[in-house]
């Protein structure tokens, strides 16, 4: 399978620009722990230092910011780390994938999964170990429930507080901020709208939301803040 995504060397509009710090904020990881696994690191302890490569493929990047494809990818990382797939499964598959598919982004395709110990690649009714090639039979974890994906199973936009929810982070539109995906308005500009008022209904009939939109905005930015 050949994907259809490209790297973007200059994010710009349809691309979503998020900094370390935000995108950390919002797949709530520690700033540190993010920036190794989009830059690498060295672990100072071994003589000599021992280093460990990103997982991204960052090549031409704008150093400091990230994509939405950028973002999408490192929040499947979490998901597999969550899951109990080791990092090194995870540099070597995103390796591996990257030359294979001729895209920066393997992990955001629908046919990865994992059982929690590997990462493996849908074929027919079956999995293949992504690693070596070689085929299991497992019960695999679905972490696409919250992303929408295109006619290529890439990942297009996604709703943080699940499918259901209004909110929605989509490249295409406000540069990928957090956004009630009915009307577009920032999930930001409503929360804080009701800090000042305290009255959700009065803040969806200036904004000419829905009040469930205000209620997630609420919820959303109120666990990413915490989070930061």
Aim: net charge negative; proline share 6%; hydrophobic share 40%.
């Amino acid at each position: 399978m050949t994907t259809t995504i490209q790297p973007s060397i200059q994010p710009g509009l349809g691309t979503g620009i998020y900094t370390i710090g935000e995108a950390a904020s919002l797949l709530h990881v520690p700033a540190r722990t993010l920036r190794s696994w989009v830059d690498g690191y060295k672990r100072a302890g071994d003589e000599p230092a021992r280093a460990y490569p990103p997982i991204l493929d960052r090549d031409g990047a704008q150093p400091g910011l990230m994509t939405f494809g950028d973002l999408i990818e490192m929040h499947l990382v979490r998901q597999f780390t969550k899951a109990g797939v080791k990092l090194k499964e995870i540099r070597d598959a995103a390796k591996r994938l990257r030359e294979a598919w001729g895209t920066p982004y393997p992990f955001a395709c629908r046919q990865i999964q994992t059982d929690g110990i590997q990462l493996l690649l849908a074929s027919g009714e079956h999995f293949v170990r992504v690693a070596n090639c070689q085929q299991v039979f497992a019960f695999v974890k679905d972490f696409f429930k919250d992303l929408e994906v295109d006619d290529s199973g890439m990942a297009t936009l996604w709703r943080p507080l699940g499918s259901q929810r209004l909110v929605a982070l989509d490249p295409q539109r406000s540069f990928g901020a957090p956004i009630d995906i009915r009307s577009g308005v920032r999930t930001e500009v409503l929360y804080k709208s009701y800090l000042a008022e305290e009255d959700i209904d009065e803040v969806a009939d200036w904004y000419e939301v829905s009040p469930d939109a205000v209620r997630d905005a609420i919820e959303f930015e109120g666990q990413w803040r915490k989070a930061a």
